[in-house]
């Protein structure tokens, strides 16, 4: 018997999951079927775990073969065995070709196209930005190559092994007995490079993807230790309201003078935050609470509720049902205002925004406007979804309104309806957003795993201000909107305490010692913080009433 012939080019053959050789013997070509016969297995379903059956399965006839191995452990890079008889006068040629099956060809032909034209791009962009680190870009732009590498050697550890146990089969002689303890052996390699390369991986995020992180400034003595200590150092906590543990929305009026709050009772509590009690309570018949305002004439109260109405409350007038307007269809409300000049009501969540005539009680306009959302294939009614679209905020005069949708934040002036886009940020996703009151600053808290971030933005001119990192722990952070702003600070609630910087500067001006709170709302002067800690939903929720002294 000559031994195997390889066929040209074996070199670039050896970088690719193909291999071809040819086995030359003396026998006839009828010998050379009935030696393969044993050793090859009809096709059929198994049942169970035995070793006693052929190490092939497959078809054989005086023609060729297909076949492939059976095996008792995965490997989707199984070689295909396709071989062709050619019979000659001094015996017979038998042409070998080993390739994937077609299912593991195109699913490495999907992931290699969408890799290289989508994830790894996107992965150089945002490290470009900052908000991936290089080492994680370098990671994804060399993981295609190591697991390219693992398939092929997968593959070619199968081949050889065929092609050992064929070339055996043909000169007649016993399958080595060898063969297990080698496949033990290289198994046993293969594993160990895996292993190695996993721990690799997480080294490489230990000490270069995750940011080190100085220690968090002490509460107790942040603001001492400053030679000009901030006016906002002297936030003190004055009250604790736990007479409406079902609160989930608060909402403070212009004058700072009441505190409405809403929840998951469908209750809408009035607070007078001088005695700190309730002063009247307004309940839903439909709807817990999900957003509340207080208009500028300081005692109207507008509320959206879980069964998509809005509810205009006079408290003046307690006797007499809430006017309701109608007119939203999806998603439940998470915002409510009504414009500085008492004209008009924006309500929205979502999918949709509403502009309500706040005298009349009308429908105005929605946005964004309605498209096709239906047509008729013969039959068959298709129905489209409705992009996505989330209400951020609203310009306290109601002409700007900050959007999420197709994963992009935009600014949208009502009055020009010019869309402002921020710049986006891959692998990113936002959990808050507020414009200052003069709307010349957006401020947002989002997440790229497993940090949470607090970043502002120049809404003018999109360009980042300043990125600061909030936690390394999503899970520690919490959820739940933790921001507050005005013109000079902005505040957020941390595991660390009450933590307000700056905004014309960015600098971190102030650390007070707090529980962490959610649904911040602050004052327009800046001297009353108010938020909930808590949980409406497990009646836990308390209301936090915290002030600084008037100069």
């Not at 509460?219 to 409406?244: M, N």
């Not at 507020?434 to 120049?458: C, E, G, R």
């Not at 952070?477 to 905004?503: C, P, Q």
Request: charged share 15%; proline share 7%; with cysteine.
């Amino acid at each position: 018997m000559t031994p195997p012939r390889n066929h040209p080019f074996p070199k670039i053959m050896k970088l690719l999951p193909r291999d071809r050789f040819s086995i030359q013997t003396h026998q006839s070509l009828s010998e050379i079927v009935a030696i393969l016969e044993p050793h090859i297995e009809a096709p059929r379903i198994r049942w169970g775990f035995s070793r006693n059956h052929p190490p092939y399965t497959g078809s054989l006839s005086e023609s060729g073969f297909e076949i492939r191995r059976l095996i008792h452990y995965r490997n989707s890079f199984l070689p295909k065995i396709h071989g062709r008889f050619e019979a000659g006068a001094g015996g017979t040629t038998v042409h070998i070709t080993m390739t994937l099956h077609p299912l593991v060809l195109v699913f490495l032909v999907a992931w290699g196209s969408f890799w290289y034209t989508a994830a790894i791009p996107l992965t150089l962009s945002a490290a470009l930005t900052g908000e991936v680190h290089p080492a994680v870009a370098l990671l994804f732009l060399v993981s295609p190559l190591a697991a390219l590498t693992l398939f092929c050697a997968a593959f070619w550890y199968e081949a050889k092994r065929s092609r050992r146990e064929l070339t055996q089969m043909l000169q007649g002689v016993p399958l080595s007995p060898s063969t297990s303890s080698l496949l033990g052996q290289r198994t046993l390699k293969l594993i160990a490079w895996a292993i190695g390369t996993i721990t690799l991986v997480i080294l490489v995020q230990q000490h270069f993807i995750t940011p080190e992180i100085s220690p968090p400034p002490q509460t107790a003595s942040y603001c001492k230790q400053s030679s000009t200590p901030s006016p906002y150092c002297d936030f003190a906590q004055i009250q604790t309201f736990t007479d409406h543990p079902a609160a989930t929305q608060i909402a403070l009026s212009p004058d700072g003078q009441t505190l409405v709050s809403g929840g998951s009772d469908k209750a809408i509590k009035v607070w007078d935050l001088s005695t700190g009690t309730v002063t009247q309570t307004l309940q839903s018949d439909s709807g817990r609470v999900t957003a509340l305002e207080i208009a500028p004439d300081n005692h109207t109260i507008i509320s959206g509720a879980g069964d998509r109405m809005v509810r205009i409350w006079d408290p003046k007038t307690p006797n007499q049902s809430p006017q309701m307007l109608q007119g939203h269809t999806t998603h439940d409300l998470n915002l409510v205002r009504v414009t500085a000049d008492d004209t008009t009501i924006i309500s929205g969540g979502y999918g949709e925004i509403n502009l309500w005539n706040r005298k009349t009680g009308e429908l105005d306009s929605t946005l964004p406007e309605k498209g096709q959302t239906e047509f008729q294939l013969g039959p068959v009614t298709i129905q489209n979804s409705p992009p996505y679209f989330r209400l951020l905020d609203i310009s306290a005069t109601g002409k700007k309104l900050l959007i999420e949708t197709h994963g992009r934040v935009q600014i949208w002036d009502l009055d020009t309806n010019q869309q402002t886009e921020l710049p986006r940020q891959w692998f990113t996703s936002l959990t808050s957003a507020h414009f200052s009151p003069d709307t010349q600053t957006v401020v947002t808290t989002s997440y790229t795993q497993p940090n949470v971030h607090l970043k502002i933005w120049n809404s003018v001119t999109g360009e980042l201000q300043a990125k600061i990192l909030l936690s390394s722990d999503r899970e520690s952070w919490g959820y739940g909107d933790r921001l507050a702003l005005n013109n000079n600070v902005v505040m957020v609630s941390t595991g660390e305490g009450l933590k307000i910087w700056d905004l014309q500067t960015t600098e971190l001006i102030a650390v007070l010692e707090q529980d962490a709170m959610h649904r911040l709302t602050m004052s327009a002067d800046g001297h009353q913080l108010i938020g909930l800690t808590g949980d409406g939903f497990t009646k836990t929720a308390q209301i936090q009433i915290w002030q600084r002294p008037y100069q």
